[in-house]
């Protein structure tokens, strides 16, 4: 399987897999799982002696080596939601329940069962119990065979000694449990009953864990008294022990006889790959080894000879569309409710930064200043409900190994995530922030004293934030790294705002580049509320000058001489309209632009990488 020359049988009881970093444990374990992408591999995996299906990793439990988990909810909403989504509609509700209350029983989580596991800013439960929780969430289906990746990482001595127990205790009831595992304690060592030793890619042993001294005996290699079996494998691939020495004098005469153009290559790396060559060789030769193939001949002779390889990964799913944006819509709110810094913060913001603006542009006059003051307090309000909508690329990239881990295993559909995350964000955290911070700034600031308009204007600020944040989850969909897409989304936005028609006098830009302002969200969002503002004004009534001669003329001039000025002349002078579709046509343009936006995330996550 690509790098990989492995052969080998896992049976039921505790498989490990073990070698130094880089060896290719996780990657041979994903394999194993039907979880790493099939490009380039070959050879079968077969399961009771027949292929491997299609949809193995939605049947299969698999714990990865880096928890995820929803840290706001508790072990026991965790669990529910795995069976919710993960069993079968024909299985009642009860019975799910009762099957979570068995799993927290059987893995000792009964006294943090309501616990909630744990954020960056709340206190969970202990690193065994978390790791715990990992594992009954892939219980739950009962899978025959059970995948994980290093279940020590990060956890103390005694811990990690518990878990391993408890895989112990899985696995004398007939489970298969096939688990990555770097330097184990001797104490977790005596409990593996299959070992699988891998180095650069190639076995060096796989059979009975407690036969791997013998074995290693026989070609010449002695464990020291009260050495761990384990470190003694590993000191033999890293040529750390005294056992070694046997093998490192090898090496050198094999290199001593080699041409000159292995000059360049360094002593330590040209010795390590002609002892795991030796290793390997020597392992071929075994009898555990010959024994091994002609088990798998065996097998493989029983197979149809018209069998075609096929490296296809299919996700079944065991729940209804309806019933997965359910839950997912219901995990959505409770992660909100339970962890409420980031939106009372925004609201916190919303509420001190319209209290701000609203002072600094407290009460508008109909003069020259009233003029200046609409359009950039306009211009800002445009602008803060754009960027304010930054916060929404965390959306997919804070949990994107939670989904991916999830969406693999057949948890969800992938329109059901995607729905499900957009009402847990749209609704709570860019609705109710721009009905606060348009309550507040429409009446401070002093706009035109009419219900119509004001709600208008909040119908604007909140299909801006709509929009930006459609803008936010297309660029930020798929991408790993919150900074990039921090960079790219404030690109975008500050080259909207230069087009948004208050920076720059739009009619006056050359027509090559004149194209560009259809793409700006802000000069959408700013021409429907000047517009909205404008129309009806009229400034420095100090004349009889009369509104048909203002319009014919339609010159910024009417102002300057100190003539009436009407807020439409205003418009005029900007190359805005001032009729009613001038006004619908922007929040009709912005309505458009959400469904592309998020139509490109929605592409971007169907298409985004989700094996390794």
């Not at 020291?224 to 470190?231: K, Q, R, T």
């Not at 418009?571 to 922007?586: E, F, K, P, S, V």
Request: charge should be neutral.
């Amino acid at each position: 399987m690509g790098n990989f020359e492995y052969s080998g049988i896992m049976k039921p009881g505790l498989n490990a897999i073990l070698g130094p970093t880089g060896s290719g444990k996780s990657s041979l374990l994903d394999i194993l799982a039907a979880r790493k992408d099939p490009s380039g591999l070959s050879g079968d995996v077969l399961i009771d002696g027949v292929l491997q299906p299609t949809n193995f990793k939605c049947i299969s439990g698999y714990v990865v080596q880096d928890d995820v988990v929803m840290g706001t909810l508790t072990v026991r909403e965790n669990l529910l939601f795995s069976a919710a989504l993960r069993l079968p509609s024909s299985i009642s509700f009860t019975e799910k329940q009762e099957r979570v209350s068995n799993v927290i029983t059987e893995l000792g989580l009964t006294r943090v069962a309501d616990s909630k596991l744990g954020t960056e800013l709340i206190r969970g439960v202990s690193g065994g119990e978390r790791k715990r929780t990992n594992i009954g969430m892939e219980l739950i289906t009962e899978p025959p065979v059970l995948f994980l990746d290093e279940p020590t990482t990060g956890l103390d001595a005694s811990t990690a000694k518990a878990v391993l127990a408890l895989l112990k205790r899985l696995a004398q009831r007939g489970r298969t449990i096939i688990f990555s595992i770097h330097q184990p304690r001797y104490s977790i060592f005596k409990l593996f009953d299959s070992l699988t030793l891998l180095a650069i890619g190639r076995v060096i042993y796989h059979g009975p864990a407690q036969s791997a001294l013998q074995y290693f005996h026989s070609i010449g290699y002695e464990c020291e008294p009260f050495n761990n079996p384990a470190d003694f494998f590993l000191d033999i691939i890293n040529r750390d022990s005294t056992a070694v020495a046997e093998t490192t004098d090898y090496a050198m005469n094999l290199k001593e006889n080699e041409d000159d153009s292995m000059d360049n290559l360094k002593d330590a790396d040209y010795i390590d790959k002609t002892i795991v060559q030796k290793l390997h060789e020597e392992y071929l030769k075994s009898a555990i080894h010959v024994e091994t193939t002609r088990i798998l001949k065996a097998i493989e002779a029983k197979q149809p000879t018209s069998r075609k390889r096929k490296f296809m990964h299919s996700i079944t799913y065991c729940t209804s569309f309806s019933t997965q944006l359910y839950y997912l819509i219901s995990r959505a709110f409770k992660n909100l409710i339970r962890n409420p810094q980031a939106s009372l913060a925004q609201i916190l913001v919303m509420i001190t930064l319209g209290v701000v603006v609203g002072a600094i542009f407290f009460g508008v006059k109909l003069d020259p200043s009233g003029i200046q003051n609409r359009a950039g307090s306009l211009f800002f309000l445009t602008s803060n409900m754009c960027f304010s909508s930054v916060s929404a690329i965390e959306l997919f990239i804070r949990d994107k190994k939670l989904f991916i881990h999830h969406y693999t295993s057949g948890y969800y559909r992938l329109p059901a995530y995607f729905i499900a995350m957009l009402i847990g964000d749209l609704i709570p955290m860019r609705t109710l922030p721009g009905v606060i911070f348009s309550i507040i700034t429409y009446w401070m600031i002093g706009f035109q004293n009419d219900i119509w308009k004001f709600f208008f204007f909040m119908l604007t600020l909140i299909i801006l934030a709509y929009t930006a944040t459609s803008l936010a989850l297309a660029i930020s969909a798929g991408v790993d790294m919150v900074a990039i897409a921090n960079l790219l989304i404030a690109f975008c936005l500050i080259f909207m705002n230069m087009f948004s028609g208050l920076l720059v006098n739009l009619p006056s830009v050359m027509s090559w580049l004149s194209w560009l302002k259809h793409l700006s969200i802000s000069r959408y969002g700013l021409t429907a509320l000047q517009i909205n503002e404008f129309r009806g004004l009229v400034f420095c009534q100090n004349t009889n000058r009369s509104y048909e001669n203002a319009m014919a003329n339609c010159s910024w001039s009417t102002f300057q001489f100190g003539g009436m000025c009407y807020g439409e002349v205003y418009l005029c002078g900007q190359g805005i309209g001032y009729d009613d579709w001038a006004m619908w046509q922007n929040i009709l343009a912005l309505a458009c632009m959400i469904p592309i936006f998020l139509t490109i995330a929605y592409l971007r996550l169907h298409f985004m990488k989700k094996f390794t």
